[in-house]
């Protein structure tokens, strides 16, 4: 029988702030909540802003925390938007035919320019003079064009956490976010290590835009283009796979399975079918998925508004010529489904820790949703490489069928919501309503509520599907499904005829909602959509799956869990996080195996690795006899 994956642990951190215990989540939708509520979710973003716990209730820390989160300004600690540093290239001639310069001998390059005649002034120093025209690069600044971005929480800096020794940011928001939804589980990690085999374990994650800081590739392919040096770690800490490889090393101590997988911006949904496919097939018991993207970088911006693909200041001040504004609106930057020009980049490490069925039960782990199925598919044949396709018509298709099939066609009628891609461009308001108008009507869905995240955080690529799927398990711990708040309408083009739409956020009845279809939609042809379970639902599948007797003994064990959680989460909200981050401990060679013809013994796991198999070829062979 199959077995079904269901979270256990979630983690990161985003614009919003900490996801774990849905504190990220309860930031969008702050003012429809208790105030309770509203007071912890203060108190976790006071952790992590350096805000002191006896300032939490001012009202005017209140109001910068505000300030300082989700999508605005890019801030000053990140670059100035106002003096990015670059190369300016200038042409240069002599006022008489001969441009003449001084300059140190040691400065001089190895091999010299043609036309270049160099004289020995003494003291080190030499007289260049140049025949003709020389170009040259000065280093000057300039304003960017676009001054909006979802930057983590003003104050929180991941490589404080930990020795983080030149690592990327990327890969310092890893180790935070991994830490994060591990700890959030409620288990000690040596617990589940010694309840599976060493190689049941799997680590899916990634960075769609590899490491493009100086630290990483930024640095590797600018550095001699600046006259400096390339450093030893840029090349190895740049790749793509190194969230899962520094998640494997220095927070799990993995030796199982390490799949990372890029999708653009539907990688997390990829490294989560991977997962996925993996403990339903039983090849794994435990899987870690996730996307660590920093994408607040002044190059990348460039890229992506050289694309078209960003909201300029020039175009968001078009956007409000009616209001007059002198800078523009960067808190509605990103208005999915209105009219807009462009998507907000942003920064975000998404996490979470997945469990078969059968081990959630065995140790009493907490559930916070199932993913039963996660369903990719390309485009075709299309005109251009960045444009959409016919590819996500399938996969959000196939993602209501499959949670059709389980809850029935009338339940999935009224009890599913959308958490959609809803990247605030022009195309992607057409193209992704029409997608979800039509399966809506395919599967005689009259009013279905749309959420759209990326409002309030922005778009952080590889990460953004892992965003998604954390705000929506907020949705069934709050009962409430955000509104699309930075906008004031619904664009002409959009198709809504069977779509909830709407600025305000929508309060639900506790358990009315079964299921959130998630969509991404990445460059290339990148599609991907899930089918993601709430929590009640999981629980009753469970306790169908295993009986009732087995129910009630997991009840039991699941309190204990449940309050070694909470003890984080009350630790955190205080002192903000705390990494987990092993280097150089427990450092395994060949010494610390045990071989033998039918396993492998690892020093720290309680099981071996089985070498007993079977395999389902054998008999296709003829036999011996």
């Not at 990829?270 to 039983?282: K, P, T």
């Not at 998925?289 to 909201?311: C, F, K, Q, W």
């Not at 959130?516 to 990445?522: D, F, H, Q």
């Amino acid at each position: 029988m199959s077995k079904l994956p269901v979270i256990v642990g979630f983690g990161g951190v985003n614009a919003a702030g900490r996801s774990s215990f849905h504190h990220g989540y309860r930031r969008t939708v702050l003012d429809a909540l208790p105030g309770e509520k509203v007071s912890r979710t203060y108190r976790s973003l006071a952790a992590i802003m350096g805000i002191p716990a006896d300032q939490v209730n001012s009202d005017v820390q209140r109001q910068y925390m505000r300030d300082h989160t989700l999508i605005r300004k890019i801030e000053g600690n990140i670059f100035d938007v106002d003096n990015v540093p670059w190369n300016k290239r200038m042409a240069l001639s002599g006022a008489e035919g001969v441009l003449q310069f001084v300059t140190r001998a040691r400065d001089l390059p190895d091999t010299l320019p043609s036309g270049w005649v160099v004289k020995e002034l003494g003291a080190g120093k030499v007289s260049v003079s140049i025949n003709e025209d020389c170009n040259m690069l000065l280093p000057t600044t300039r304003k960017i064009e676009v001054s909006t971005a979802g930057q983590l929480p003003s104050g929180f800096d991941p490589s404080s956490l930990y020795a983080s020794r030149n690592h990327p940011r990327g890969l310092q928001m890893a180790i935070c976010g991994a830490s994060d939804a591990l700890k959030s589980i409620g288990l000690e990690w040596q617990t589940v290590m010694d309840s599976i085999s060493p190689d049941q374990m799997g680590v899916y994650a990634s960075s769609a835009m590899s490491q493009l800081d100086d630290n990483g590739f930024g640095g590797l392919l600018g550095a001699r283009a600046n006259g400096l040096r390339v450093s030893s770690k840029q090349m190895a800490l740049g790749l793509p796979d190194m969230p899962a490889d520094f998640v494997s090393a220095y927070v799990l101590g993995n030796v199982g399975t390490s799949g990372p997988s890029l999708g653009a911006c539907a990688t997390f949904f990829y490294n989560l079918r991977q997962a996925v496919n993996d403990i339903r097939s039983g090849s794994v018991k435990v899987a870690v998925v996730g996307v660590a993207e920093s994408g607040v970088d002044p190059r990348i911006i460039d890229g992506y508004y050289t694309m078209g693909a960003l909201a300029s200041d020039a175009d968001l001040l078009k956007l409000d010529a009616d209001k007059g504004l002198s800078e523009p609106d960067h808190r509605r930057a990103s208005r999915p489904f209105s009219s807009n020009c462009g998507f907000t980049i942003s920064e975000s490490s998404q996490f979470i820790v997945l469990f078969d069925d059968e081990l959630a039960m065995q140790l009493g782990a907490q559930i916070h949703g199932a993913v039963p199925n996660v369903f990719t598919n390309a485009d075709g044949y299309k005109k251009s490489i960045s444009s959409p396709g016919v590819g996500n018509y399938l996969t959000v298709a196939k993602a209501v069928a499959a949670a059709a099939a389980i809850i029935g066609d009338k339940a999935i009628k009224t009890r599913s919501f959308v958490q959609s891609h809803g990247t605030s461009t022009p195309q992607n308001r057409v193209t992704e309503s029409h997608i979800l108008n039509e399966t809506a009507k395919l599967f005689g869905i009259e009013k279905w509520p749309v959420a759209a995240i990326k409002a309030y955080i922005g778009h952080s690529i590889g990460a953004s599907s892992g965003d998604q799927l954390v705000a929506s398990l907020g949705v069934w711990n709050d009962n409430i499904v955000p509104g699309i708040a930075t906008i004031d309408h619904i664009a002409d083009d959009v198709h809504c005829s069977n779509l909830r739409l709407q600025k305000e956020h929508m309060e639900v009845e506790p358990e009315s909602l079964d299921v959130a279809i998630l969509n991404a939609k990445g460059f290339g042809g990148n599609n991907a959509s899930v089918a993601l379970l709430s929590p009640s639902l999981s629980e009753k599948m469970l306790k169908g799956r295993h009986g009732d007797k087995a129910w009630q003994a997991y009840l039991a064990r699941r309190e204990q869990v449940q309050a070694v959680a909470s003890a984080y989460d009350d630790a955190a909200c205080e002192t903000g996080f705390s990494v987990h981050y092993q280097f150089g401990e427990n450092v395994l060679d060949g010494g610390d195996l045990e071989l033998s013809r039918d396993g492998i013994g690892i020093k720290g796991w309680a099981s071996k690795v089985a070498l007993d198999f079977k395999s389902p070829y054998a008999s296709w062979l003829p036999s011996e006899d």
